[in-house]
């Protein structure tokens, strides 16, 4: 697969389906993400109530989220339609997928101009250094939610990146 | 204990006209109470000024000044610490204020000053400094008001006077490179000097063209004047006993005589702003830092 | 120098250096450790270390469980306490070291004279290792340090040739540890408030450089990019132009001899100084230290394991392979900076 086509995966894998659908599987990572790994809010400090906008540059969509402590939300809507947000975190979805993996150093990312950051910049510093305390991978944490298909999609998706 | 005025070191690459006309004047036309001699910023200076002290000390002492040796405050190569070595080793009757840890190493025990680049930010590192010799310490430019006060009161009980900085740029950084030679695309090694083209520094604008700093050799010091007229007087009761004024090419005589009328209270701060600005300074004022916000900042002091 | 022949190849013997690395969070202390770290160095979640950045660093209960961790790994744990306290909160910076005494670090990194002298007093059987940011680079300095307070390592500050340092070696009775890589700080460490003058938080007080509170990053139709401080443009960058931090050393701005706004300090670069180890370590350099404590554990693994191979390798008496590090370098340029040679200043 050229690395053009792999760019374009993410969005044909979640063309077909449909908000409602989407929304609450975002939802039930995210608690999820939170359940196991509690010590991240701690990290985030006083920026558990700020709204981190994510926008995966070649999805039509982006995910507002709020890490709250006690209820943390990740609401997906269309890219036309951004809500209000604190801090935004823009790039290809393969290089915020890679930097919740572990496996690329956010600030590299920055630096060659593949991630760009806006709004709050210390909230993202903030955000990016809670995760990258969290042990294991977050992004095996997401996939975990989608079973099977979710681990296969992942395995599939590390392979093309390395 | 009465407030006292000090000229610091001349910070910046003057013709030693300039300098020679600069201490004539500080003699014979103002009132201040100790003048801070020698170069402190780049040993390579240092050559150009060296036969002029004895005469120019001299000369401040006949006119009733105190006179206060200050050694360099970046110490790297052989060059720089024979220099310190030199002005440690010279006779005790000569002042000497310290502006390195290479410095400390050879006057420890003997009695000293600290100057404002020696991060003398606590109480502890004084007690313990002037457990071994210091007398005199400059605090850093950067230090709050609440920790100036907490400071005063620990050198009032140690028997130890305590100085500030209250008018100039503010020196802000040191550096191993000299970036007025790099500036004229040279090196240190090979800098003909460029920086004497600049008495007050050489001003740095951001890429939108607002004036943000001063390039000293390898200091780096504020664009805006610190000017601490309005909070002189809290400095005063704080116990800080003695204020610097930093030698800028403006009208320094007037500068002192203006900060001398606000000392005796002759004069209000407003109108002590109004009359050093006159002296030839187009930068804006600043006193950010004593007020616990960014140094380039001018805070409004109802006193 | 012993020299002894080797597969035909003559091979130097070096002391073994201790490599040292940074975690700023507890998973990367333990990416570091799984990676070869010799040494972790690391501090608390306030202002008693240089690296008091958002949502890093450690916890008391953090701090003790990823020391016994460490430990039980063979890896020692350096605590930074390498700012200078204010006066009227010398309390903050005393609690950190007695809490790191308490948890048997294996050193503190210090600064401050009056911290130092308290360390001295109160923990005398824990090795103090003089902070970069105590700006000592002579031998009288650094003699002045270990004379006054036992001070049994140095880390000096990134301004020296390597000859320079050789020659400090042979006057001071105390190790040696220097920066390989990372970061690479303009100013003398220690004595810079530049951060402070834009932002009002102190490098020296409140350890941050470049605090991320008050920084944009604003990019306009055409990508350009640029990056704020506080009220001040630091730099701007053309959209295929790698970008750096907004720290007011690694600028760009316009001076009266320049036609162009140019990087009036340094560039957006970091230190790599892979091919120079040998040389270092010929120097009586005894420990070697990757600075980023604020990067990711990502850049930790990779810059560690790197460094690692090319330790052993020399020890083994073969060349050291630095795996291509630049990616992880600051605008993708890196240099080897003073160390080198002097026309660096």
Redesign the interface.
């Known amino acids: 697969m050229s690395s053009q086509r792999l760019e374009r995966l993410p969005a044909i894998l979640l063309k077909p389906v449909p908000l409602f659908i989407l929304r609450p599987i975002a939802q039930q990572v995210t608690t999820r993400i939170a359940q196991k790994h509690p010590h991240l809010f701690a990290r985030l400090g006083k920026h558990t109530k700020t709204k981190y906008l994510i926008k995966p540059t070649n999805i039509p969509l982006v995910a507002l989220l709020i890490p709250d402590e006690n209820k943390p939300t990740m609401q997906i809507f269309k890219a036309t339609q951004i809500p209000k947000y604190d801090a935004v975190i823009e790039g290809k979805f393969l290089f915020l997928l890679s930097m919740l993996d572990g496996v690329h150093d956010g600030d590299a990312l920055f630096f060659n101009r593949a991630l760009s950051i806006g709004g709050d910049t210390e909230a993202v510093v903030c955000l990016r250094n809670a995760l990258d305390d969290v042990e294991g991978s977050v992004a095996s944490d997401i996939a975990d939610v989608f079973g099977v298909v979710g681990r296969s999609v992942l395995s599939f998706l590390r392979q093309k990146e390395a | 204990m009465s407030a006292k005025l000090t000229i610091g070191p001349i910070l910046f690459h003057w013709s030693v006209d300039k300098k020679l006309d600069f201490y004539k004047k500080i003699a014979d036309e103002t009132d201040v109470h100790t003048v801070y001699l020698g170069e402190v910023i780049c040993s390579k200076r240092a050559v150009f000024f060296d036969q002029h002290y004895e005469g120019v000390a001299d000369k401040l002492k006949r006119a009733g000044k105190k006179v206060v040796y200050s050694t360099l405050s970046e110490v790297l190569i052989k060059r720089d610490r024979k220099i310190i070595h030199d002005f440690c080793s010279m006779s005790e009757d000569e002042e000497i204020e310290v502006n390195d840890a290479s410095g400390l190493l050879h006057i420890s025990g003997q009695a000293h000053r600290l100057g404002p680049m020696m991060n003398v930010y606590n109480e502890e590192t004084l007690k313990y400094l002037v457990s071994k010799g210091a007398y005199h310490a400059s605090l850093p430019c950067e230090l709050p008001r609440q920790s100036v006060e907490v400071l005063a009161g620990v050198a009032a009980k140690i028997g130890v006077s305590l100085e500030m900085q209250i008018f100039g740029r503010i020196p802000l950084a040191l550096s191993a490179r000299c970036y007025h030679a790099r500036a004229h695309k040279l090196s240190k090694d090979n800098c003909r000097f460029v920086c004497e083209q600049d008495s007050d520094g050489m001003l740095l604008k951001t890429l939108d063209n607002k004036e943000f700093l001063a390039i000293n050799g390898i200091q780096t010091l504020s664009y805006n004047f610190m000017n601490l007229a309005h909070e002189l007087q809290e400095l005063e009761q704080l116990g800080v006993e003695y204020f610097r004024l930093s030698p800028h090419s403006n009208d320094m005589v007037t500068t002192a005589r203006v900060f001398n009328q606000l000392m005796k209270q002759e004069i209000t701060a407003q109108e002590a702003l109004v009359q050093i600005r006159d002296t030839g300074i187009d930068e804006p004022f600043a006193n950010g830092f004593f007020h616990q916000k960014a140094g380039h900042q001018w805070v409004i002091n109802r006193n | 120098m012993v020299t002894l022949v080797k597969e035909n190849k003559p091979t130097k013997i070096y002391q073994r250096p201790e490599l040292i690395c940074p975690a ?5 202390m ?1 990416t570091a450790v799984e990676a070869g770290a010799d040494a972790v160095y690391c501090g608390f979640q306030n202002a008693t270390n240089a690296r008091n ?4 660093n450690f ?1 008391p209960d953090e701090m003790q469980k990823s020391i016994t961790h460490a430990h039980k790994n063979g890896t020692k744990v350096l605590l930074a306490v390498n700012t ?7 309390q903050l910076w005393k609690d950190a070291i007695d809490l790191g005494a308490k948890f048997a670090v294996d050193a503190f990194i210090v ?5 130092a ?2 360390i001295a007093i109160n923990h005398p059987n824990i090795r103090l290792h003089l902070s970069v940011q ?8 650094l ?3 270990c ?2 307070f036992g001070v049994k390592r140095v880390v000096l ?1 990134r ?2 040739t390597i000859a ?1 340092i050789k020659d400090i070696k042979q006057q001071i009775n105390c190790e040696i540890e220097t920066f390989i890589f990372g970061n690479h700080g ?3 460490e ?5 951060t ?5 938080l ?1 490098t ?2 409140d350890g941050v450089c470049s ?3 008050q ?5 306009d139709e055409q990508q350009n ?2 990056t704020q401080l ?8 053309g ?1 295929n ?4 931090y907004p720290t007011i ?1 690694k ?8 036609d162009e ?2 990087y ?3 560039e ?1 670069l970091s230190l790599n100084l892979g091919n120079l180890l040998p040389d270092l370590m010929e120097a009586g350099v005894c420990a070697l230290k990757i600075e980023g404590r ?6 930790v693994k ?1 810059v560690v394991t790197s460094f690692r191979t090319a330790v052993d390798n020399i020890m083994n008496g073969n060349e050291p392979d630095i795996a291509s590090l630049i ?6 340029k890196q240099t080897e900076g ?1 160390f080198k040679s ?4």
């Open positions: 700023g969070t507890p998973a990367s333990r950045f958002p949502g890093l916890t200078n306290p204010p006066a009227g909160k010398f600064a401050d004279i009056g911290l002298n308290y105590a700006a000592a680079s002579t031998p009288e300095a003699n002045y340090y004379q006054q500050p301004i020296l320079e303009l100013m003398v220690g004595r810079c408030s530049l402070n003058y834009i932002t009002g102190s020296n007080m605090p991320a509170n920084v944009n990053y604003v990019q990019l640029s506080g009220d001040f443009t630091i730099d701007c960058f959209r132009e790698n970008a750096g050393c600028g760009r701005y316009h001076a009266a001899p320049r706004g140019y009036a300090f340094e957006p604020q990067r990711s554990r990502s850049y990779k990616a992880l370098t600051e605008g993708h003073a002097k026309k660096w200043r």
